[in-house]
């Protein structure tokens, strides 16, 4: 059994923002809602994605490959080496998705490594006007093997 490690979230979270094509007018228009607060934070992002963000939102923005080039899975790697401190998915469970493995392995590696992911727009308020985005935060992860157990 792997022993359980602690990581400390920053104050200024690593935020990830993803949408699926028929989601990214629904991503942007959330994000130009939460402007101020994203602001405040490092932004990353997937291809498109990010560079619609950055054009319209004038904020610096980080981007990863496109998802169906690897983007996703990016995403996921730096969520298990605790670069990415939360994540915004606007997925399209309604259609199909060539890349559709790397959608659920970012979903399950998000989970295992206790990062918090939001896949609609509720959610992300929520993550969003919660008071422990401006605080540091304790999250206690677990190893994938732990989870695989």
């Known amino acids: 059994m792997s ?10 979270k690593r935020i990830a923002l993803i949408a699926h094509d028929n989601r990214k007018q629904d991503l942007l228009d959330w994000a ?13 992002a997937t291809g498109t994605t990010g560079g619609l963000l950055s054009e319209e939102l004038s904020l610096d923005v980080n981007r990863f490959l496109s998802g169906p080039l690897g983007g996703d899975q990016q995403v996921g790697a730096a969520v298990a080496e605790g670069r990415i401190d939360c994540v915004i998915f606007f997925w399209d469970p309604l259609e199909p ?22 896949c609609n727009r509720a959610t992300a ?9 401006a605080e540091k935060y304790p999250r206690a992860s677990q190893p994938l093997e732990a989870a695989e157990a």
């Open 125 to 133: 308020d929520f993550i969003l006007s919660s008071p422990l985005l």
């Open 32 to 44: 130009g809602y939460n402007r101020e607060t994203l602001a405040d934070h490092e932004l990353y």
């Open 3 to 12: 022993e359980q490690s602690n990581s400390l979230m920053a104050r200024s």
């Open 97 to 118: 998705h060539p890349h559709d493995v790397d959608v659920k392995a970012l979903l399950r590696i998000a989970v295992v490594y206790n990062v918090p992911i939001a």
